[in-house]
């Protein structure tokens, strides 16, 4: 085994000797190996790679009645994390140590160690299920990236404004960066009537990092379907789902086993994961081909009138909304 070994590292070495006349189908099949041996690096790599199911196998696949085998054992996740600078975000420099500190804990008792490691501003090698970034950004940064992440050409930015009013974060394609608007979070905290003490603030941060990561860890929104395994609320009736939209303030979030189980099944590379590649982990065409093979329904629109009649506001009340509704968020 050494000796081949050597022998390949040695050979363009070799092949400097034996050039000379009639020698360029060498060095051409040399370019011809590394340009094979590149594309195989490349499909390896690309979720393009996806290949396509028979209707059988694509049942089969996106069906969570059966997870098949699934480790529970603790897994880790890297983190970049990046503020912006400037004193638009210096409140958030002040309070995300603590809001942190929540947002591992939450995960630490599901099983999954966040490895927090402070990122520049352009990010590192970012990868679904294991290399994540979170961006705290002013509100101009936020809108810029949210313009180029979703492809919003100049002519419908206004449209996509009047989209994200309200919003604060995104979770982006594919799967692996949220991105916070920390001006808009702070305008929907000091809304009247809202507690805002440092720490039920904290803790709303927090949630809102804890559910956008649910989403980076292959989660979608409990209030998604009626009829799948994740209810709004647990049992108790008060403590709410972290994948609701119900979490400001709220000092306590929880969560089913289903959604255990999905998120070690999506970080360990079984089922979900392999779900979430099949559609490039594209979170539209994950719910749409869910939605199909398990037969859930989604919720009727009076359902948002219930939200919002609770919330005493008409759209979004920032209080309960703070993403986008179709997955992407
Ligand atoms: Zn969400």
């Known amino acids: 085994m050494i000796t081949s070994s050597l022998k390949i590292l040695s050979l363009p070495e070799n092949l400097q000797k034996i ?20 594309l195989l690096f490349f499909l390896l790599l690309s979720p393009a790679a996806a290949r396509e199911l028979s209707p059988q196998e ?12 699934v480790d529970e054992a603790s897994k880790t996740v890297v983190v970049e994390t990046y503020i912006a600078p400037g004193p638009e975000t210096a409140a958030c420099r002040r309070m995300m140590p603590l809001v942190w500190n929540r ?26 299920a294991r290399h994540l970034r979170v961006e705290m950004l002013t509100h101009k940064q936020w809108l810029a990236r949210s313009f180029k992440a979703f492809e919003v050409a100049p002519p419908f930015r206004l449209r996509f404004l009047q989209v994200c009013r309200d919003k604060c974060a995104f979770a982006h394609l594919p799967l692996s960066v949220i991105h916070v608007s920390f001006q808009t979070f702070q305008e929907a905290e000091a809304r009247p009537k809202l507690r805002k003490d440092d720490q039920s603030n904290r803790d ?3 949630n809102l990092l804890i559910h956008e990561m649910g989403h980076l860890l292959g989660l979608y929104h409990a209030h998604e379907f009626v009829n799948d395994p994740v209810a709004e609320y647990l049992p108790d009736g008060k403590t709410p789902n972290f ?19 999905m998120i070690h099944s999506y970080l360990g590379q079984g089922k979900v994961y392999q779900q979430y590649a099949q559609v490039n982990f594209d979170p539209l065409s994950y719910l749409a081909l869910i939605k199909k093979y398990n037969g859930y329904r989604e919720p009727k629109s009076g359902k948002k009138g219930r939200l919002q009649k609770k919330t005493g506001k008409a759209g979004n009340s920032g209080t309960n909304d703070l993403d986008q509704e179709n997955g992407v968020d």
């Open 58 to 69: 694509e049942k089969a696949l996106f069906s969570l009645a059966d997870l098949g085998p």
């Open 204 to 206: 709303w941060l927090a």
């Open 243 to 261: 994948m609701s939209h119900e979490i400001a303030f709220k000092s306590k979030l929880g969560w089913v086993d289903f959604q255990k189980r």
């Open 103 to 128: 947002v591992q804990a939450f995960y630490a008792r599901l099983g999954v160690n966040l490895v927090l490691q402070k990122g520049g501003p352009e990010p590192g090698p970012l990868a679904p």
């Open 19 to 38: 050039k000379g006349p009639g020698s360029n189908f060498l060095p051409l099949s040399w370019l011809r190996l590394a340009f094979l041996a590149f």
